[in-house]
């Protein structure tokens, strides 16, 4: 976070001019001279610039004080725009620099090329870092409009629709359908204002502006002058160090066409072990094809004899977004969270009566069933507001004792595993809870859950009983949460009765999974006991 000073701010016009690159220098001249005319210009940008909001769109210019907006581009048309709208008397409040920055992003400073937006891969949820492209809605030469919707993005947890956010055309999708693994804020499309420019980006490259990127920081890498004689031939190792320099100056990005990378994701190639012919280093699908070729020739034998000796067969199944960060969430929760599991047999007797009883009811009034489920998420819930301590999360300065009780669902996917949430689960009825339960798992087979379906839960229940039969099991605490629920199935036990008879009941065995840094195995043995109560005695849950 970079902070304003009133030091900068005294000295804003001049700093506009002294740290912005040369080819804009004249463009904010004229700037400069607009901004001395207005005597209010200090107080607007100082108001201006001190929501913390706005501060996060903000960038350093050259080690300078004064900050410009870090998704704009340095076109003269961009900075000038911005600086006199900055300069003015009028202030913008939030929700109109959001519409300015989007109004001004990514302009092209390129000449050749008219005016445009480059779209990039949204972050659409908290955990995202890549996405997929499901699909898109639009097709190149669409008019769009604000509120309609480009394509559809899988993130790591559901397949979101993307809109657009202004007027125009799409000029080009540079991701198509099925596009796998783009970074977020990776281009993805590029519109323009007019129609008659959509043939102008036929060709269009979104690499070549990164590449401009990366050129100008190369003089920041250049050797130091103790590397230069202890290389003698530096014409001749320049050009093998002029390449990596540019993947290392835009990070782990590995520069390579749409259609290479695809063919590289499917035959399981790493980009990061070949050397790419195309401009400035970027690989093309012949050099992909290259790769394959010449590594079956070397391994093919030693791979055909370690396949005949085992006798394997076998298929690969490339892995969903939804699967790698709940493998990521799990294996981080087992790393670092202290499990430790309490298990009890409840009789369900009663709940299997009082369930009976309700769903005439629900039948009789046109209603939807009661399952086994929902009542176990209820008296979870009523649990957790009895014994709020298991309602908690844990951070390294405090524990965080949530006041709602949200419950998240496991389910079960072709795609992998979700967990949307039911929120207020406490005051909520059977019927209400059953209603969304089932909403929300047909939206998780759908792969259509939006963030809110799935963020701000405390606390989880995962049932392998009623669906799979699973007697017992215990399961893995889903973090930032401190606790989860294992539902196990019901099962009809001989128990002791009334002058030394026996009858037949009906127990279902749970666990309760805890992290021991918030649940002291007092407090999680108290709450097993209210959840017990509730289900032998679930009337006390219509109360």
Request: hydrophobic share 35%; net charge neutral.
């Amino acid at each position: 976070m970079y902070k304003v000073t009133s030091r900068s701010l005294r000295q804003a016009p001049a700093k506009l001019v002294r740290r912005f690159s040369h080819d804009v220098r004249q463009s904010l001249e004229t700037v400069e001279d607009a901004l001395k005319v207005n005597h209010c210009q200090h107080r607007s940008i100082s108001r201006f610039s001190a929501s913390r909001g706005s501060l996060r769109h903000f960038q350093r210019v050259s080690n300078s004080d004064f900050l410009v907006p870090s998704t704009m581009g340095t076109s003269k048309r961009n900075i000038t725009s911005l600086c006199l709208k900055m300069g003015s008397n009028e202030v913008l409040s939030r929700k109109e620099f959001s519409l300015q920055l989007q109004s001004h992003r990514r302009y092209s400073s390129n000449a050749d090329l008219p005016p445009h937006q480059e779209i990039g891969m949204p972050s659409l949820s908290p955990t995202m870092t890549e996405g997929n492209i499901a699909k898109w809605l639009k097709k190149e030469g669409d008019k769009v409009a604000p509120g309609e919707v480009l394509c559809e993005v899988e993130t790591d947890k559901a397949t979101v629709e993307m809109e657009c956010m202004e007027e125009g055309y799409i000029a080009k999708i540079v991701r198509g359908d099925g596009s796998q693994g783009i970074q977020v804020g990776e281009v993805i499309a590029i519109t323009v204002e007019e129609e008659g420019d959509i043939q102008k980006f036929k060709d269009y490259s979104p690499s070549k502006p990164e590449t401009a990127s990366s050129e100008t920081k190369k003089p920041v890498e250049t050797p130091s002058p103790k590397e230069e004689p202890a290389q003698p031939p530096v014409k001749q190792s320049e050009p093998s160090f002029s390449k990596p320099s540019q993947t290392e100056s835009a990070g782990d990005r590995i520069f390579a066409s749409p259609l290479a990378r695809k063919l590289a994701e499917d035959q399981n190639v790493p980009l990061s072990s070949i050397k790419g012919t195309g401009p400035d280093g970027r690989i093309l699908k012949a050099d992909i094809e290259d790769f394959l070729a010449s590594r079956g020739k070397e391994s093919a034998q030693p791979v055909r004899k370690a396949t005949e000796g085992f006798g394997l067969d076998y298929v690969d199944i490339p892995h969903t977004q939804i699967r790698k960060i709940t493998a990521s969430r799990l294996l981080l929760s087992k790393q670092t969270i202290p499990h430790y599991y309490l298990t009890v047999d409840t009789c369900v007797d009663k709940l299997m009566e009082l369930r009976s009883q309700l769903n005439s009811l629900q039948e009789a009034s046109g209603g939807k069933r009661i399952s086994v489920n929902d009542l176990v998420i209820k008296a979870a819930a009523l649990a957790l507001r009895k014994v709020p301590q298991c309602n908690s999360s844990w951070t390294d300065d405090y524990i965080r004792q949530f006041h709602n009780v949200n419950i998240n669902v496991a389910v079960q996917t072709d795609n992998g595993l979700y967990v949307p949430v039911v929120r207020d689960a406490d005051k909520k009825g059977l019927s209400k809870i059953g209603e969304e339960v089932k909403y929300l798992a047909q939206k998780a087979r759908e792969n259509s859950l939006k963030p809110e379906d799935y963020e701000g839960g405390t606390f989880t229940v995962s049932n392998l009983g009623g669906p799979f039969g699973v007697q017992q099991f215990c399961a893995i605490v889903n973090p930032p949460q401190a606790a989860i629920l294992a539902v196990g199935a019901a099962q009809k036990r001989v128990v002791p009765g009334v002058d030394d008879q026996f009858k037949f009941a009906s127990f279902m065995s749970v666990t309760l999974s805890c992290d021991h840094r918030v649940i002291d195995g007092a407090i999680g043995a108290e709450w097993l006991k209210a959840f017990k109560s509730y289900i032998e005695n679930p009337e006390s849950m219509l109360l």
